[in-house]
């Protein structure tokens, strides 16, 4: 019954920005590492950005470091991942995953092996 649920995507130009959310239910998450991933057809899945919700670490592929923010707003049991200055290269479905063990921290990230609960994705796609 646990699940995480996606939205927020859309097409955008290069420089703007967008907002995802990922509400999770089933459980609070509350140490637990969490993560944005995403994946373009014909190319591996890429992991984007990790949270250990239980201490505010967070961890960024090099490509998206100053330009996305991934938080939890714990109250609402939601993931947000902040993409500003979007770029054609960020075209993807991005999906949201969480690992179900708690204070496992997300020293493994970007490998995916614990990362066993996962959305069903939303598109975003940045036009030049």
């Known amino acids: 019954q646990v699940q995480l649920v996606e939205s927020g995507g859309g097409s955008v130009q290069a420089g703007k920005s967008l907002r995802l959310s990922c509400a999770a239910s089933g459980s609070t998450f509350s140490n637990n590492c969490m993560a944005w991933f995403r994946q373009t057809p014909g190319k591996e899945r890429e992991g984007v950005a990790a949270i250990y919700t239980g201490g505010d670490m967070t961890y960024y592929v090099d490509s998206v470091k100053g330009r996305f923010t991934i938080s939890k707003d714990n109250a609402k049991n939601t993931l947000y991942l902040q993409m500003n200055n979007l770029k054609p290269e960020d075209t993807a479905k991005y999906y949201c995953?969480?690992?179900?063990?708690?204070?496992?921290?997300?020293?493994?990230?970007?490998?995916?092996?614990?990362?066993?609960?996962w959305g069903q994705g939303t598109q975003v796609t940045v036009s030049s």
């Open positions: 995953a969480a690992d179900a063990r708690p204070f496992w921290g997300c020293t493994d990230f970007p490998h995916t092996l614990n990362l066993n609960i």
